[in-house]
T-cell receptor, first 114, second 111 residues
Framework: DQQVKQNSPSLSVQEGRISILNCDYTNSMFDYFLWYKKYPAEGPTFLIS?????DKNEDGRFTVFLNKSAKHLSLHIVPSQPGDSAVYFC?????????????FGQGTELSVKP | NAGVTQTPKFQVLKTGQSMTLQCAQDMNHEYMSWYRQDPGMGLRLIHY???????DQGEVPNGYNVSRSTTEDFPLRLLSAAPSQTSVYFC??????????FGSGTRLTVV
């Protein structure tokens, strides 16, 4: 049973436009959500996070939105750059990561074309 | 500060062999985890630890053992390797309320 789902395996966007990556979750106990970025042959790197007490968190070009009632979160990248081309994973945990158990989605491969 | 160090980077095993994937972190993080990445499956949690002496199972624990005798080290043992364990393995560490820091991975092939 996949608790965190990214239903779009890939996304292609033109440079300078907005990239929107989506993630759904089923476990209502999740209260801490993160996005990771992964380049080939490297480990994932932390991008941005949000706790369930917020519905938006912004860091430069990256904004994460959380809709708790829909159990949905999204990552917006504005403007998109070719260097943003990577696989993006969303992840979720219970109790603000105090349990140490982080569950990931399947990933979405973003391609930003010049 | 080396972060999270995984060894080896590449390994080929024969079916039935055993081996240990090493993971060490120098950030004094409480939490450590092992994930495997397979095409179309994302990152799946194998085992995790919330501190020295404490471990628990993740989503796909079968065929793997872990122990955490120190804060720094969290080795993953494959007891009897199977072709289904061919994957890329990532170790990660974190503190309470923080995002995980990942190692660069171990690419394992079981033939």
């Amino acid at each position: 049973d996949q608790q965190v789902k990214q239903n779009s395996p890939s996304l292609s966007v033109q440079e300078g436009r907005i990239s929107i990556l989506n993630c759904d979750y089923t476990n209502s106990m999740f209260d801490y959500f993160l996005w990771y970025k992964k380049y080939p042959a490297e480990g994932p790197t932390f991008l941005i996070s949000i706790s369930s007490i917020k519905d938006k968190n912004e860091d430069g070009r990256f904004t994460v939105f959380l809709n708790k009632s829909a159990k949905h979160l999204s990552l917006h990248i504005v403007p998109s750059q070719p260097g943003d081309s990577a696989v993006y994973f969303c992840a979720a945990s219970v109790s603000y990561n105090q349990g140490g158990k982080l569950i990931f989605g399947q990933g979405t491969e973003l391609s930003v074309k010049p | 500060n080396a972060g999270v160090t995984q060894t080896p980077k590449f390994q080929v095993l024969k079916t039935g062999q055993s081996m240990t994937l090493q993971c060490a972190q120098d950030m004094n993080h409480e939490y450590m985890s092992w994930y495997r990445q397979d095409p179309g499956m994302g990152l799946r949690l194998i085992h995790y630890s919330v501190g020295a002496g404490i471990t628990d199972q993740g989503e796909v624990p079968n065929g793997y053992n872990v122990s955490r005798s120190t804060t720094e080290d969290f080795p993953l043992r494959l007891l009897s390797a199977a072709p289904s364990q061919t994957s890329v393995y990532f170790c990660a560490s974190s503190f309470t309320g923080g995002g995980y820091t990942f190692g660069s991975g171990t690419r394992l092939t079981v033939v």
